[in-house]
């Protein structure tokens, strides 16, 4: 069963940087696309960043440039870099992997920007 571990968030001013990981259980890890979702109170849980089995990424419009995702395949890990922060960053942040499949979101991690 695969289950999802997010860490690293917190909060932060404006202009500043967090680093979340996801620990990911299960077996062929190496083989899926993961990807990061972002959920806004009140708002539905969109997905910002992702990565292929072979390394590709793509982003939302929203955090181009300023996130970066990334994985290493040798500890079951996913990352995103998150630089220059915004007040509207604000969510909880959670890793998944893509794909048809039928599993549990984690946890996620609580981003907060705000002076």
């Known amino acids: 069963q695969v289950q999802f571990v997010e860490s690293g968030g917190g909060l932060v001013q404006p202009g500043g940087s967090l680093r979340l990981s996801c620990a990911v259980s299960?077996?062929?890890?190496?083989?899926?696309?993961m990807g990061w979702y972002r959920q806004a109170p009140g708002n539905q849980r969109d997905l910002v960043a992702w990565?292929?089995?072979?390394?590709?990424?793509d982003y939302a419009d929203s955090v181009k440039g300023r996130f970066t995702i990334s994985r290493d395949n040798a500890k079951n890990a996913v990352y995103l870099q998150m630089n220059s922060l915004k007040p509207e960053d604000t969510a909880v942040y959670y890793c998944?992997?893509?794909?048809?499949?039928?599993?549990?979101w984690g946890q996620g991690t609580q981003v907060t920007v705000s002076s």
């Open positions: 998944w992997r893509l794909g048809p499949w039928v599993g549990s």
């Open positions: 990565i292929t089995s072979g390394g590709s990424t």
């Open positions: 299960g077996s062929s890890f190496s083989i899926y696309a």
